[in-house]
């Protein structure tokens, strides 16, 4: 199994995905692989997404993993889907431990020193800044960086094509996470072309 530092490397873009129609999900993931980005976050926000993740599983290249995942609970229902990384929003103590138990690349959710220094104590050094833009931005992690110098980050939060090679031009940022390159209603071929342009800032 790849550890979370090599999935965060595998492209500079990671799609924050909301399935709600499982019969979209293997167009997607094709388009989206077909455009570079090999990593995919499905998150946990629809009575889709875990179907979802078992579909994606199956599209060659796809590197499938459950995003807001909030408790043990979701975790294992992810595990059991076929999720091969998990995202959270947060960090607690209990998530961060069933995650590691679980032997399973974790990329939880940080937005302040204590939440690092908690992930820390469970000996975790990258995490996803969320919400990035609403935290504080790039000024934010900057300031965050500097004293915890070994942790490496995916912001994601209020982050687009605009704005992506900024934070990508930050060295402890591994990549980011957004939505952008794929937007409801978009037809295959427009996600294969925005996911392309995305795979670029890399």
């Known amino acids: 199994m790849s550890t979370i530092a090599d999935i965060m490397r595998t492209a500079p873009v990671i799609p924050v995905l909301v399935v709600e129609d499982v019969a979209e999900a293997v167009p997607l993931a094709k388009a989206l692989v077909a455009g570079g980005l090999r990593v995919l976050e499905v998150t946990l926000r629809t009575d889709a997404a875990l179907d979802a993740i078992r579909a ?12 807001t995942v909030i408790d043990p609970d979701g975790l294992d229902a992810a595990i059991d889907a076929g999720s091969e990384f998990i995202v959270s929003p947060g960090l607690t103590e209990r998530l961060g431990r069933a995650a590691i138990d679980r032997g399973i690349p974790f990329l939880p959710g940080i937005a302040n020193a204590g939440d690092l220094m908690r992930g820390l104590d469970l000996g975790l050094t990258h995490f996803k800044f969320f919400p990035a833009e609403a935290a504080g931005g790039i000024t934010a992690l900057k300031s965050l960086a500097g004293p915890f110098g070994q942790c490496r980050f995916c912001p994601t939060g209020g982050i687009g094509a605009d704005t992506a090679p900024d934070w990508l031009a930050l060295d402890p940022v591994l990549c980011v996470g957004g939505s952008w390159v794929a937007p409801k209603g978009a037809a295959p071929e427009e996600i294969e072309a925005l996911a392309r342009a995305a795979a670029a800032l890399g």
Do not use: L, Y
């Open 56 to 67: 994606m599983k199956k599209v060659d290249g796809a590197i499938v993993g459950a995003g």
